[in-house]
């Protein structure tokens, strides 16, 4: 068949066979189809949608492109879950819901992506722990999981090939906000990497790639039912976006908030509030814990206890990274050499922010991608980053920028200052977490 054919009937309007979706697959998997020829067929999907069993058969014909990882013969003593979020600013819950959950008795095998469009990648964030092997053959990623109860790579090459090749031309032809293509992508990671339950994370508001919670219960939806099919049982939470995940969004700088997180340190109220309940939801659905009150105070205890940050060290220094990670982070991570405070121009509450403008900041320093083959510079970003209904004055910044260049930092600020809006009074407070989903 022709692959011209199959765009047409697309473009058209019409639904694939599984008989089209598969060669489709193939062309991806194996690069007989052009990128341009990829791009319009994505397109051609983000205008007119697929249907259910289109999605579907996407689904398990990208998990079935490459290796399928197999944990029944592992003598594993807990269930096998993982957790994927729809991304944002400053989402760096990957660090801590996989050795929460693990410290609680699961093994997460946990396959992310890189940065998507505005949003930051789990992969390149972990990269910025030198030494660390975000890419380990199969052998050592199940060993790391069997040994230590989770492991944090990238897609490697074997793993739902097609998706991996789809992803980044996504990333860079502005289609990423397809619902049944996102379905198809983490789906597909998920069922390749053998789990047996799953917890999604999806966001709407002004970072995310769904605007409203209505939106974003579409997708969780659509996930639940099409993960269904291949008997992965999951849950979703839908989470508000509409600011900074956290104090921090980068790389380095996310892997350092992180950190106190695990150590107890520091745990941002909403940050805080996303990772407890996504780490009980997995308890849940893997029958670990029947009650959500019960599985909270177990999940708390991993973090107070110190158990999960030393399920993180582990886990780093198993796939290569420096054992003294969580005591001395300071001493491995990159530093920018350019910091620069930016305040509002007048004080007062802050009543909005425009998180998708925050995104693009980090982009422009340098942390996020424009095209597909951009290296990042690990140590950009922002910390200290103002939330909704916090006050801003002279002494207070909007955010502090980690730049490389005065002039990066400069063009930055400039955005930072655009994406805030300052009121004379507090707003109205909202809740971090809208709704629960599952498939009972």
Request: hydrophobic fraction near 45%; proline fraction near 4%.
């Amino acid at each position: 068949m022709l692959f011209t054919d199959i765009i047409r009937k697309k473009r058209d309007g019409g639904e694939l066979t599984p008989e089209e979706v598969a060669f489709f697959v193939d062309g991806l998997a194996d690069g007989s189809i052009p990128a341009e020829q990829v791009a319009a067929l994505a397109m051609a999907v983000f205008l007119n949608s697929m249907s259910a069993e289109e999605a579907g058969c996407l689904t398990l014909a990208m998990a079935a492109s490459g290796s399928v990882l197999e944990w029944q013969d592992e003598g594993l003593d807990g269930p096998v879950v993982d957790k994927h979020s729809t991304g944002g600013v400053g989402d760096k819950v990957s660090f801590l819901v996989a050795p929460i959950a693990a410290a609680c008795g699961c093994y997460v095998p946990m396959i992310s992506g890189r940065g998507l469009g505005h949003t930051g990648g789990t992969t390149d964030k972990v990269e910025s722990i030198p030494g660390y092997n975000a890419t380990p053959d199969f052998a050592l990623f199940k060993k790391v999981v069997k040994s230590v109860g989770c492991a944090i790579i990238g897609q490697t090459a074997d793993l739902a090939p097609a998706d991996r090749r789809l992803y980044a031309i996504r990333d860079v032809t502005a289609t990423v906000e397809s619902i049944p293509l996102i379905t198809a992508s983490i789906l597909s990671k998920k069922i390749a990497a053998g789990t047996q339950a799953m917890v999604m994370d999806v966001k709407f508001g002004t970072g995310a790639f769904m605007s409203g919670a209505d939106r974003a219960e579409e997708l969780a939806k659509s996930i639940i039912a099409t993960a269904a099919k291949a008997n992965l049982k999951t849950h979703a939470l839908i989470t508000d976006m509409n600011e900074c995940l956290g104090h921090t969004a980068g790389n380095a700088v996310e892997i350092a908030e992180s950190i106190e997180y695990l150590k107890n340190n520091h745990r941002e109220s909403r940050l805080d509030e996303v990772v407890m309940s996504l780490c009980v939801e997995m308890l849940i659905a893997t029958n670990l814990e029947t009650d959500r009150a019960s599985a909270r105070t177990k999940v708390n205890e991993a973090v107070t206890s110190g158990k999960a940050a030393e399920v993180f060290a582990r886990m780093v220094h198993a796939l290569g990274g420096p054992g003294d990670i969580v005591d001395n982070y300071e001493k491995h991570l990159p530093t920018a050499p350019v910091t620069q405070a930016v305040f509002a121009a007048e004080a007062g509450y802050v009543a909005a922010v425009d998180a998708f403008a925050l995104g693009n900041a980090i982009i422009e320093l340098g942390g996020g991608r424009r095209t597909m083959g951009d290296e990042l510079d690990l140590s950009a970003g922002l910390t200290n980053v103002a939330p909704i209904g916090s006050t801003v004055d002279k002494g207070h910044p909007l955010a502090v920028i980690q730049a490389s260049s005065d002039e990066t930092a400069r063009v930055a600020a400039a955005m930072i200052r655009e994406a805030y809006e300052i009121s004379e009074s507090p707003p109205a407070e909202r809740p971090v977490i809208y709704n629960i989903l599952t498939a009972d």
